[in-house]
């Protein structure tokens, strides 16, 4: 996983409440084995109608209640396959923002009102390592909004630990020692072979 310190540039604005993640998703794409590759069928249904016109920029900003809906991975890993960094809403589902988080996809929570300035300025900054999501008002100044984040997911997402590096960064002694200590054991573990 990429670590995450500060994602900035260019605000793609989904402005709807509510989006499941069969939406983001939906259920005839989830036949795929690999994690990558999604971001073609990201908001499939939605994409097909007239004027549709969502880019791929680093930060999405959309409405409250965003993952709504079914457990599925494939929904984060769409929307960072497309190529979004940051998504800034005013709420997400909790199962949905854990699995951002596990992929390095960074879920900010903000209030309504600075979600929707910084749709309307067009570009922003989120600055993990801060805790801030900057952007300019309409008078050209730059506000600052603090965000919260949990400690440890932070953590993670700064110094690019998914479960397994973190497993690895955490228990590489430990499994080292198992893995010398199997090695010497006599007899080995037995082995079906073909007939």
């Known amino acids: 996983m990429k670590p995450i310190e500060v994602i900035s540039g260019a605000v793609s604005h989904l402005d709807r409440a509510d ?5 983001i998703m939906p259920k005839q794409f989830l036949k795929r ?7 073609r069928y990201l908001f499939y249904d939605w994409a097909q ?4 016109d969502l880019p791929a920029n680093p930060i999405l900003v959309t409405g409250p209640n965003f993952g709504c809906g079914s457990s599925r991975e494939h929904a984060p890993w769409g929307l ?3 190529g979004f960094e940051a998504i800034v809403a005013p709420s997400f589902a909790d199962i949905f923002y854990t699995n951002c988080t596990k992929i390095g996809l960074l879920p900010v929570v903000l209030e309504e ?3 929707r ?4 300025a067009g570009e922003g900054q ?3 390592r801060a805790q801030e999501v900057r952007y300019r008002d309409p008078a050209g100044q730059l506000v600052a909004v603090p965000f919260t984040i949990d400690a440890e997911v932070r953590r993670r997402l700064l110094e690019g630990l998914d479960d397994i590096a973190l497993t690895l960064s955490e228990h590489a002694s430990e499994i080292d020692a198992y893995e010398r200590a199997r090695a010497d054991r006599q007899p080995p573990l ?3 072979s073909a007939l």
């Open 113 to 115: 009102r600075h979600c």
């Open 80 to 82: 960072q396959d497309y």
């Open 49 to 52: 109608e007239p004027g549709w």
């Open 190 to 192: 037995p082995c079906t």
């Open 126 to 128: 989120v600055d993990l």
């Open 33 to 39: 084995i690999e994690r990558s590759g999604f971001g």
């Open 19 to 23: 989006v499941d993640t069969d939406q």
């Open 117 to 120: 300035a910084l749709a309307a």
